[in-house]
């Protein structure tokens, strides 16, 4: 097979797809275990994509994180406005970061992308992106609230050259490096990046050199066509209608307070729309969504409710029909500050969910924890007399779903990272995790209920730091569907010798003293059904996990079960 116009049989397009899946998942597991941070070697924030010359994405590794998928197109977009074709040449590797000019979504996501040349041309480029812990900006961490543009968010990365045919452009990765936290663990991370798009770009001209690159580049289209197919089948298989939901952000950290979002999903055929007018203007915080980061969202949420074994790519775009209002939430324009987007993104799945419920009963689930709760610890490390930085962003519970229960204290949607053990927080930083568990109580009642949120309690050690964070569903509980009850909600504490102190949605720049904690609780989540259909083995389950308190168990089972003993209630 050679020809670049007639489609490959289905046996060689399956192999052709394991191949490159197979590179994805390589060049993710080789980033995550040459990274320095622990939010990348650890917490996992990166992805590793393949898209073809036209920067249409083609295969996104199993592990990697959705909302990824905007940050990388949009890249690709840009590159290919600013480059010609003919002006890139092998060995080139461009980095990138900027939401407003260079299809990122926020700043602390590094996008990387290297063309891969075969038989004289470009046939793909491999890219990958990572979670970079600090990339300058007002605040450590460059994620905390109380920003009200993106110049203080930190560095502005657009498409630039890092490697220009194979040489380090040294003079561009000395400014990045000096305008940002430590320099020295940035380095390594780049370092990480680098080495996986070249492995990557290696292990494609491999597959290349065995098939030739008029057979890849055929495989691109048929791949990007199947996924098509298939969700537009999906698409054919819900009611003909108009489905609307709406929902809230909690706050921006600058006063504005339940921020709506409105949806109106329509459906006629295999055609399907998501229309957000009616959405809230774009606000002074950090919340704001560039339309890259929407459409990831939508997405998602739809590839998740109708065929979530469907290839990640190009495809599932293609299906979408999105609308939105220029200089609204989720389609903001400069100088607008994102880097908290990720929260609104999980919110825009929610409203996505929401409505489209009743059209897809056996799909949906309760609320999530709607957030990236984010924990940010920054200091000097009384030890080693080095600065240090700790970032993180923990999960919460997952929604009750048709057929069982919520689980707890996951990452949820669009995020897919893992939270941080406690082992590798106290070897790496100056901090003692004093507790570390699920939130009893904190999940939705139901016939199946939501998941628990986590609770972490952390205190310096010997030294005095400062803590930033961001959270949401800390003002608006998790909604639960069909009869089910909302999960519990998150909150900051700061707990001293004098009691302890509810901190802000968005706390910034917050001392704390050797021997003080910090309390991040994240959300729960909604529930699924009615309560009263909740069975006696399913009550018993819950009393001998411990995750409920009796009156909960009270709440979850408000009608005594049959032969059930309430001691007396």
């Known amino acids: 097979m050679t020809r670049n116009d007639a489609a490959l049989d289905a ?3 399956e192999i052709l ?7 994805t998942d390589e060049t993710f597991i080789a980033l995550m275990r040459s990274a320095y941070s622990t939010n990348i070697k650890e917490r996992r924030d990166h992805s590793t994509a393949i898209c073809d010359r036209d920067g249409r994405l083609i295969v996104q590794a199993e592990s990697s994180l959705p909302i990824h998928l905007a940050s990388m197109i949009g890249m690709m977009a840009a590159l290919r406005a600013k480059f010609p074709m003919q002006e890139i040449a092998e060995g080139d590797i461009f980095v990138a970061n900027d939401p407003h000019a260079a299809g990122g979504t926020h700043l602390p996501d590094i996008n990387m992308a290297m063309p891969v040349f075969a038989e004289g041309r470009i046939v793909a480029f491999m890219c990958n992106i990572a979670h970079h812990a600090d990339v300058g900006g007002m605040a450590p961490g460059s994620m905390a609230g ?3 543009e993106i110049y203080q968010e930190g560095i502005r990365i657009p498409v630039v050259r890092l490697f220009r045919r194979g040489e380090l452009q040294r003079d561009i990765l ?3 490096l000096l305008n940002v936290r430590l320099p020295e663990e940035r380095r390594g991370d780049y370092y990480a990046q680098i080495s996986a798009c070249r492995l990557g770009a290696r292990r494609l001209l491999e597959i290349a050199g065995q098939y030739g690159a008029a057979v890849v580049e055929r495989g691109f289209q ?4 199947r996924t098509e197919r298939r969700m537009r089948d999906a698409v054919a298989a819900i009611p003909d209608g108009v489905y609307r939901f709406a929902d809230v952000m909690d706050d921006d950290g600058l006063g504005a307070i339940d921020i709506p979002i409105r949806l109106a999903v329509e459906v006629a055929g295999d055609r399907i729309r998501f229309d957000f007018t009616g959405t809230a203007p774009q606000v002074r915080g950090n919340v704001n969504v560039t339309l890259n980061a929407t459409k990831a969202s939508v997405c998602y949420s739809l590839k998740a409710l109708l065929d979530p074994e469907v290839a990640n790519n190009q495809g599932v775009l293609d299906v979408c029909e999105i609308v939105t209002e220029r200089g609204s939430l989720l389609d903001c324009v400069a100088p607008s500050p994102v880097a908290a987007r990720a929260n609104t993104c999980q919110r825009i799945v929610d409203v996505v969910i929401g409505a489209l419920k009743d059209a897809l009963p056996d799909a949906a689930v309760g609320a999530a924890n709607g957030a990236n709760t984010t924990a ?3 200091g000097r490390d009384p030890t080693t007399g080095r600065d240090y930085l700790y970032l993180e962003t923990l999960g919460g519970g997952f929604g009750g779903r048709n057929d069982r229960d919520g689980k707890d204290g996951v990452q949820v949607h669009i995020t897919n990272t893992s939270n941080l053990p ?3 927080i106290e070897m790496e930083y100056p901090l003692r995790v004093v507790r570390y568990g699920l939130i009893e109580d904190s999940g939705g009642a139901g016939e199946f209920r939501g998941g628990l949120g986590l609770r972490r309690v952390i205190e310096p050690v010997a030294h005095d730091c400062v803590f ?4 949401e569903r800390f003002r608006n509980a998790p909604w639960g569907i069909f009869g089910g009850g909302p999960g519990g909600m998150g909150r900051f504490l700061h707990v001293t010798g004098q009691g302890e102190r509810t901190l802000d949605i968005k706390p910034s720049g917050i001392a704390v003293k050797a021997g003080e904690q910090i309390v991040v609780e994240t959300p729960g989540a909604g529930g699924y059904g009615p309560p009263e259909r909740r069975d006696a083995a399913a009550l018993e389950e819950d009393r001998r996990s411990g995750k409920f308190s009796e009156e909960a168990l009270r709440e979850l089972y408000p009608s005594p079960l049959a032969g059930e003993d309430w001691g007396g209630g």
């Open 146 to 148: 109380g920003m009200s």
């Open 376 to 378: 940010v610890f920054a």
């Open 17 to 23: 797809f394991n191949a490159l899946r197979s590179v």
């Open 222 to 225: 048929d791949m990007i066509a």
């Open 11 to 13: 046996v060689t397009l």
């Open 174 to 176: 000395n400014l990045l």
């Open 422 to 424: 406690v082992e590798a």
């Open 468 to 471: 930033n964070g961001a959270g």
